[in-house]
């Protein structure tokens, strides 16, 4: 099955710093979703990015769908950045209507005042 | 709205006990989808409903049950659970298509 790798594994960084995780995997995907997962366990939705560029404030994310990669950019980053981001892919060709997510293993971010 | 919700929140239960996790979202999505989340690990899926139907069962064992009664809900019936049962279960939804999966708050289960 696909493989999904996230680095760096862990991350601590001082606020106002900037960061990027990657996300690599092994096989095309149909859909790639970048979340950050809060202290209390709620999955918040940051880009929907099988392709392209988006960014939404201090975020902002690239997949690089022929190279097999994404990159989650964090800019001016803040306590409340802190939690785990996870990248997660669906391979499946036909999907039947639906999504199969595989998640990576996820980066944990703290972030110190 | 991108609202899932997820009941209990929080749910203690015996071994010899029966409950049941209730999950609902009204965005007008086809596909639903639960999820086991052990302590520092990722999300893992159990199974996916697409119209209503169950699509996918990731060879969970038969001690979790889950129905879906109507396009809007989403339950997943829980019995002779074991310890290490134990873990942070999801609920998400999504449109039909290769589209962006949305998830509830979760509930966190505890097998005593």
């Known amino acids: 099955g696909i493989q999904v790798e996230q680095s760096p594994p862990d991350l601590i960084l001082q606020e106002g710093a900037n960061s990027t995780l990657r996300c690599n995997f092994s096989?095309?995907?149909?859909?790639l979703q970048w979340f950050h997962q809060n202290p209390w366990g709620q999955l918040i939705n940051l880009f929907y990015i099988p392709s392209g560029t988006k960014q939404n404030g201090r975020l902002s994310a690239t997949t690089v769908a022929t190279e097999r990669y994404s990159l989650l950019y964090i800019s001016s980053s803040q306590t409340t950045d802190s939690g785990v981001y996870f990248c997660a892919v669906d391979p499946t060709r036909f999907s039947g209507g639906y999504n199969k997510l595989i998640f990576g293993a996820g980066t944990r971010l703290a972030v110190h005042p | 709205d991108t609202e899932v919700t997820q009941t209990p929140k929080h749910l203690v239960m015996g071994m010899t006990n029966k409950k049941s996790l209730k999950c609902e979202q009204h965005m007008g999505h086809r596909a639903m989808y639960w999820y086991k989340q052990k302590a520092k690990k990722p999300p893992e899926l159990m199974f996916v409903y697409s119209y209503e139907k169950l699509s996918i069962n990731e060879s969970v064992p038969s001690r979790f049950s889950p129905e879906c009664p109507n396009s809007s809900l989403l339950n997943l019936h829980l019995h002779a659970l074991q310890p290490e049962d134990s873990a942070l279960y999801l609920c998400a939804s999504s449109p039909h298509g290769p589209y962006e999966q949305y998830f509830g708050p979760g509930t966190r289960l505890t097998v005593t």
């Open positions: 096989d095309s995907v149909n859909n």
